[in-house]
């Protein structure tokens, strides 16, 4: 009796027994499938199959890059090369035009470039010249702690492309079957060379060279053929249900002046045809019901006629009858309908008297009713004379600064140019006793950028909100303060030019700069719990919003993946990011750890990115610091987002909560705001923020907890028991520091310079 018939014979018993109710052994081990031979059988195949179809495979790593090393030493880019020369030989038998971006233990690096993104660049060039149909990188993967148990498929998809993740599942379903492995799945893949191509295209890691039992196999030249004939049925299976094509899209990339008709073709190569209900449109993120011509191979929309003039980003994806979708193809276009009508007011709406500003507001409309597109110019001449002045429309609408000189008496008239047309309006002059009032300008000190979401705030009061051309008004001689994220507040009475110019905290390191917060979430167990019952999510999730205001309030633009104790997936979390264009991406974690071990603090990077191993030392440092723990360095590590975020990512995980005395302390909204200032000073150190000084100051009272401390109206720290708080890296100059507590207020102002400062606020004022 052969071996497979005795392994029948065996299942066929077992199943036999446990049918007739007999007892189930369930401690004996399945049989060991791995790589030892096909499930399914591979097609009969002749020079025809797989004709017309262009497949580009590519053998991950080597050279220099010799990937992971499994315990005996086998290198991961001589296996992954042995299989795509097996994949590229089954191929081209079938009648594909197969290719390899390597045929030998080879890197793409030059004696000017050895970094791994200009190797990996040389992959996506071959892709972008040959224009394959299919794009397949061949990888062998490994485990970070290089558990020997560990062994799984994991095939990776060019996320957001319904192409490349059918191609994933027509391949993964026979790597699972074919190499004996039973735990597996299809993910999402943001790696460099798959992000950054335009083709069908699946990374896979079909087995764990760290799982001793797969490097013993894969050494011989029969596992890695039989990997190859997976991959090939994979292949067959995909192609033979045909390729779905956007062919073309129109518009594309113009300017219209009345409602353009969008249309779009499409093709099904080596397939049955497009099913019609597979035609997807999405017009600036909403989907929308087109029009199916009758032989199925074109589309068609008609846009509203109250569809609002500016851009629009078309998003088209069609699937065949055989259940394969295309990639989805974009194209842009703009509607910019001429301007017909003109609304305009003033602020104030008469000519201030004693002269100041005026803060001018124009609304532009096309024969329609609706707002000209942004962008659109308009002009400004009034009946003062002077320069013409120019902005451009934004948010539907154009503001202008207006100086008034003094003892104007006549009326003003103001006329707006936009296009051809012409729009003009009156200003009466003011009366007696009419409120002083001022109109500036906003703008960046560093590049002169205008400032669009200011506020003045006059005593409690908001007197003028955000300004989408940086212009604000307000009543002169009330004590207003200008306020802007990102910038230091600003006194207004002693402003007398039409144009404030404002620095920006930090010399402008943060910015603009975009940062992703994951407060880890989920169950207890998973997250962490204290052992008086707080859970670490909760913990996360509240230090994160500190982090976010404090980041905020430096000028970052900031996301957090959770606001509530909704648990996001690591697919979503990644998406998330991506799509955020985050510049980094920082985990918070406050973990669980066995009860005897001394608190301190951990950052995490994946493995190769100096970036994020340098942001992780500065950050856990910073943290440290400000704590008064240990910090034994950053560490390497692979969670999902790390891996699959585009920008450098990293995980800060606080002292354990599992400590009694810690969970105690986390429990307090003081200590939590201190541990988002730690790692906020450590994203200073990242964004190479000079140190400045530091100002200690000490409230002074018989109940020195729970003050809140707030320097130059933008930063907080809450008072511990010993009522002191520490900022950093304060800039020379005076400051104002307010401290608080419940009805109990106290206000100082000090000078600092370069070094260091002790601050006290007395008891009484």
Not at 106 to 132: G, I
Not at 167 to 173: D, E, P
Not at 313 to 333: K, P, W
Not at 715 to 741: I, K, M, Q, Y
Request: glycine share 10%.
């Amino acid at each position: 009796m052969t071996r497979p018939a005795v392994r029948l014979c065996c299942i066929l018993l077992t199943a036999g027994i446990a049918a007739c109710g007999g007892p189930r052994r369930t401690e004996t081990p399945p049989l060991d499938r791995l790589y030892q031979g096909l499930a399914d059988q591979l097609p009969r195949v002749d020079s025809t199959t797989l004709a017309g179809f262009r497949i580009l495979i590519d053998p991950g790593h080597g050279g220099s890059f010799r990937g992971t090393v499994g315990r005996d030493s086998l290198e991961e880019s001589k296996v992954n090369l042995g299989v795509s020369l097996y994949l590229w030989g089954l191929l081209r038998e079938a009648g594909a035009d197969a290719h390899l971006t390597r045929s030998a233990d080879r890197d793409f690096l030059t004696e000017a470039d050895s970094a791994l993104a200009f190797d990996l660049q040389a992959r996506v060039n071959a892709v972008d010249s040959l224009r394959p149909d299919l794009f397949i990188s061949i990888h062998h993967n490994a485990q970070p702690q290089r558990d020997p148990a560990y062994n799984r498929v994991e095939t990776y998809y060019s996320a957001g492309d319904p192409a490349s993740l059918d191609l994933a599942f027509a391949i993964h379903r026979h790597l699972m079957r074919n190499l004996g492995i039973d735990v597996g799945e299809v993910r999402q893949g943001n790696y460099y060379i798959l992000r950054n191509i335009d083709v069908p295209a699946v990374l896979g890691e079909s087995s764990y060279l760290t799982h001793p039992p797969v490097e013993e196999q894969l050494r011989l030249s029969r596992a890695q053929e039989l990997e190859a004939e997976a991959y090939f049925l994979g292949i067959v299976d995909y192609c033979r249900r045909g390729i779905p094509r956007v062919t073309a899209l129109e518009p594309a990339d113009s300017l219209h002046a009345t409602l353009p008709a969008v249309s779009c073709r499409f093709e099904d190569h080596g397939g049955l045809g497009i099913d019609p209900d597979g035609v997807s449109l999405v017009l600036n993120g909403e989907p929308v019901r087109p029009q199916i011509t009758a032989d199925g191979n074109r589309a068609t929309y008609e846009l509203p006629w109250d569809a609002p003039n500016g851009t629009y980003d078309l998003a088209v994806s069609v699937r065949n009858v055989g259940g394969n979708t295309s990639r989805v193809a974009r194209t842009r276009f703009a509607v910019a309908y001429p301007p017909a009508l003109a609304a305009i007011t003033t602020a104030p709406p008469r000519l201030p008297r004693d002269g100041g500003g005026m803060r001018v507001r124009a609304r532009i409309l096309d024969a329609r009713g609706l707002p000209v597109a942004d962008g659109t110019p308009v002009s400004l001449t009034t009946s003062l004379g002077g320069p013409t002045r120019e902005e451009r429309v934004d948010g539907g609408s154009v503001e202008f600064a207006l100086l008034v000189p003094s003892g104007t008496r006549s009326e003003l008239t103001l006329t707006l140019a936009c296009g051809e047309r012409r729009f003009e309006t009156r200003v009466p002059r003011g009366q007696d006793g009419t409120r002083r009032s001022r109109a500036i300008v906003v703008r960046n000190a560093r590049d002169g950028s205008p400032l669009v979401n200011a506020t003045i705030v006059a005593g409690d009061s908001v007197v003028t909100g955000a300004s989408p051309s940086g212009v604000y008004s307000f009543p002169a001689d009330t004590g207003a303060h200008l306020h802007a994220p990102g910038y230091r507040p600003v006194p207004l009475d002693g402003v007398a030019a039409d144009t404030l110019r404002v620095d920006p905290w930090f010399d402008g390191a943060l910015l603009g700069q975009r940062f992703v917060l994951d407060p880890q979430g989920g169950k207890p167990r998973v997250a962490g719990v204290g052992p008086l019952g707080l859970a670490a999510s909760y913990v996360n999730l509240r230090t994160a919003t500190y982090l976010k205001a404090f980041l905020e309030a430096a000028g970052a633009e900031v996301l957090l993946t959770r606001t509530s104790d909704e648990v996001r997936l690591p697919e979503d979390v990644a998406t998330m990011t991506n799509r955020f264009r985050a510049d980094r991406y920082i985990e918070l974690r406050h973990p669980s750890a066995p009860p005897d071990s001394a608190l301190a603090v951990g950052a995490f990077f994946f493995p190769g990115s100096a970036t994020g191993q340098k942001m992780a030392a500065q950050l856990g440092a910073a943290l440290a610091g400000e704590l008064g723990v240990p910090f034994p360095g950053p560490e390497a590590t692979v969670t999902y987002p790390l891996q699959q975020t585009a920008c450098p990512a990293i995980v800060v995980a606080a002292p354990s909560i599992s400590d009694v005395t810690e969970e105690l302390r986390l429990d307090s909204s003081a200590y939590l705001r201190k541990q988002a200032y730690g790692v906020f000073t450590g994203i200073l150190h990242h964004y190479a923020v000079a140190d400045g000084a530091r100002l200690a100051v000490l409230v002074e009272s018989s109940a020195p907890q729970d003050w809140l401390v707030t320097l130059d109206e933008t930063w907080t720290l809450a008072t511990g028991a010993d009522g002191r708080v520490e900022f950093h890296a304060v800039p020379a100059g005076e400051h104002t520091v307010v401290a608080r507590r419940g009805t109990d207020i106290r206000r100082a102002t000090l000078v600092i310079g370069s070094d260091d400062v002790r601050f006290s606020i007395p008891a009484s004022q």
